[in-house]
């Protein structure tokens, strides 16, 4: 974002878990434009506040970060946000958020930035917490020792705002006061000339001609630059030098990164003592007590499962009444628009295209707003952390995040609101490994396919006692579920192969959750979905109703008028209506079948014919695309019995165990059910999952990889279990 003309602009910073966004809530009153960084895709936030002398001041909201050290392109942006590295602007100030109760680790940070010759104003947050943990710290005496103003607040409360933006403006009208030089200098000559050496590649745009700036960028280069990260746009002769001070320091059987970080602690260890008051006994808090339950492998476990559970219930259960509002709503408006306007291709474009397509975008809202909900709730209170800290084992052991488990299990209800869901992880590789894995997880949306499949084909019988169907059922969710973790295996070994960053977590104190902060973030995550993926999902719908819809035959209506007129010359009452729904059923399945759609079905008929389908089973697949329960609707157009069908349609179910090909062999078989519910199983069928994750992504790259990978994928299970099951004698 560029900075208006004339504006100061704040870079707000502070570690993971500090009040940070409480606290840009609080400055900006929940008012912030969101866009990317330039030049790069990821978002940013910024809002504006008032600070006396200087008007209106931008305030940019930094991702949280432990330190300025970076491995991954998403750490890269703190680094360029706080120093002002190409292509992003250098701040006028930084306004670092520091959690009181968590105050030697959080002052790592601090020290970074300063080293940095940045004007810099300290937010200690959460000091309304330290008498309950024993412990206390004088702001005035920390501010003489860092050499930077500190301010004591409680973000929450809403304590020490006046303060802390007296001090904000105080600091842009003097910066040279909140810009004492570094406190940290390395004392060792060794650890100095390897530091020298890099100094010297660091580019001017880096550091515009301040020693200060060359010196504390050529730190970050030797804790951050690998060949193995993800980081962009790092100078090759930076990134030479680095490797090379490197090789010299192992061969002498030295740690530069254990050098620069144990000095920077040492500083903080020495002086801390000047400013902070720690107990000769940790008390018992609250939250070590709870950790005892959440934390314990068995007990934590099963409270995870509870409190999944109650999320589950909710897309589940609590959204439905909803999600049958909003699809009772877009009917009715549907219903009004096509009563008002003449029957032709206006009113089908404007029903069945913009209103349909407006509203399968709308109908997610429901599930998206309860999980992001629960998401914020369980960041906000600290309960995030620990669910990522006690699935880490199970995830990593198929390359997966520990914060990966929500986004998985939450793809049982469906993949969009998942997919949205993995932004809770730092790491673009981790999110997108996520991204990839997720729609293979039987989605809500599969149920109608297979219990229309199921209770078609496969007769009510019972096999060890339990009923077959229902086996079937369960099966089908164990098999995507083991099919997703393999292929979240074989991507993090190819396509996203390379060393796994360490699994760094904290603990934070459990708190109640700031409620108006919560209510803002699920709304600016929802409005984001609404305004991006929405409009990409809307054009999607208008598509395949076009599809599905075109070329129109002028003859198919005189067809169709020329037989309403001979029923009408022979029937009359409810024989006649009868008669009459019954041609327009069969018109509509002949127009879809001589649609693009339907032509696209016969022609790819020879590719989906090993695996046991016919071409109508292809105009359904096509159908499916807008939403894969509209599978069963589309295959009742097909066999003309309407679209006004559901799974539990008798006629349909009848119709499929009827279907028979010219020479007399049934075209729905038990094993060509099992293949065809594989498919659907396996395959990105959805192009509201599609759009979402173009949307995350920023480009059709990953988008188009996860549509060809699952159809290959879905392809080539479906072909295993028909040829399969035909070489054992089934059919």
Not at 250 to 261: V, Y
Request: glycine share 8%; with cysteine; hydrophobic share 50%.
């Amino acid at each position: 974002m560029k900075l208006a003309l004339g504006r100061k602009r704040v870079a707000l910073a502070g570690n993971p878990n500090t009040g940070k966004t409480t606290l840009f809530n609080r400055l900006t009153g929940g008012h912030a434009k969101v866009g990317n960084y330039p030049g790069i895709t990821v978002e940013s936030e910024v809002g504006e506040l008032e600070l006396a002398g200087h008007g209106r001041t931008e305030l940019l909201d930094v991702p949280g970060t432990y330190s300025l050290s970076a491995r991954s392109a998403e750490e890269q942006l703190a680094i360029q946000a706080i120093a002002g590295l190409p292509p992003l602007e250098r701040p006028d100030a930084v306004l670092l958020v520091a959690d009181a109760t968590q105050l030697t680790r959080n002052l790592y940070l601090a020290l970074q930035v300063i080293e940095l010759d940045l004007p810099l104003v300290i937010a200690l947050n959460m000091t309304d917490m330290l008498a309950s943990r024993g412990q206390e710290v004088d702001a005035a005496a920390a501010s003489r020792a860092l050499g930077v103003p500190v301010v004591a607040i409680s973000a929450t409360a809403g304590t020490g705002m006046r303060e802390l933006e007296s001090a904000l403006g105080s600091a842009l009208a003097h910066p040279e006061r909140a810009r004492p030089g570094p406190r940290w200098i390395p004392d060792d000559a060794i650890l100095e000339a390897d530091v020298r050496a890099v100094e010297k590649q660091v580019p001017s745009a880096w550091h515009q001609g301040s020693d200060r700036r060359r010196h504390a960028l050529a730190l970050w280069a030797l804790l951050s630059l690998d060949r193995g990260d993800e980081l962009r746009d790092a100078p090759p002769e930076l990134l030479e030098m680095v490797e090379r001070r490197r090789t010299l320091a192992r061969a002498a059987k030295r740690d530069i990164e254990t050098e620069i970080i144990r000095g920077r602690y040492a500083w903080i260890d020495a002086h801390a003592a000047l400013f902070l008051r720690e107990p000769e006994t940790a008390p018992t808090t609250l939250t070590d007590r709870v950790d005892r339950v959440l934390l314990n492998p068995a007990l934590g476990f099963a409270a995870f499962l509870v409190a999944m559970g109650l999320v589950f219930q909710s897309l589940f259960s609590w959204a439905d009444p909803a999600i049958g509002v909003i699809e009772t709503v877009f009917g009715a408006i549907q219903d009004w628009v096509a009563g008002a306007l003449p029957a032709g291709l206006a009113a089908d474009l404007l029903t069945q295209g913009v209103i349909e397509g407006a509203g399968s975008v709308v109908v997610f809202l429901p599930q998206i707003l309860l999980l992001f909900l629960f998401i914020v709730l369980m960041e906000d209170s600290g309960y995030m952390a620990r669910v990522a800290f006690l699935m880490d084992r199970l995830m990593k052991s198929v390359g997966l995040h520990g914060r990966a488990f929500v986004p998985m299990m939450s793809g049982f209800a469906c993949a969009v609101p998942a997919i949205l869901a993995t932004r809770t992880m730092e790491r673009r590789r981790d999110r997108l490994l996520t991204m990839l894995v997720v729609p293979l997880m039987t989605c809500s949306a599969r149920l109608p396919v297979y219990t229309l499949l199921i209770g078609a084909l496969f007769p009510p019988e019972r096999a060890l006692g339990l009923p077959t169907q229902g086996l079937l059922m369960v099966g089908m969710y164990l098999f995507s579920t083991i099919v997703a973790l393999v292929a979240a295996w074989v991507l993090g070994h190819t396509v996203f192969r390379g060393p796994r960053a360490p699994f760094l977590l904290e603990m934070p104190p459990y708190r109640l959750p700031h409620w108006s902060s919560v209510l803002h973030s699920v709304w600016r995550r929802t409005r984001i979905f609404l305004s991006e993926a929405g409009t990409v999902i809307l054009a999607c719908t208008i598509a395949m109703w076009a599809l599905l819809t075109f070329p129109k035959d002028p003859g198919r209506a005189e067809a169709l008028a020329a037989d309403l007129t001979a029923a009408r010359s022979t029937l009359a009452g409810e024989a006649l209506a009868e008669r009459t729904a019954d041609l327009e059923r069969e018109h509509a399945g002949i127009a879809l079948r001589e649609s693009y759609g339907g032509r696209l079905g016969h022609a790819v008929e020879p590719v989906l014919e090993p695996l046991g389908f016919d071409w109508k089973i292809g105009i359904g697949l096509i159908g499916a695309f807008a939403a894969r329960e509209v599978f069963v609707s589309t295959m009742g157009v097909v066999y003309g019995i309407g679209e006004e069908v559901d799974e539990q349609s008798v006629g349909l179910r009848q119709k499929i165990r009827q279907e028979q090909y010219a020479d007399g062999r049934p075209v729905y078989t038990p094993l060509v059910g099992l293949s065809l519910m594989v498919f659907f199983a396996l395959a990105c069928q959805c192009m509201s999952t599609v759009a979402v994750v173009k949307r995350e992504t920023h480009g059709w790259g990953w988008p188009v990889f996860l549509f060809v990978y699952t159809g290959v994928l879905a392809w080539l299970a479906s072909f295993a279990v028909y040829q399969g099951g035909r070489l054992l004698g089934f059919e």
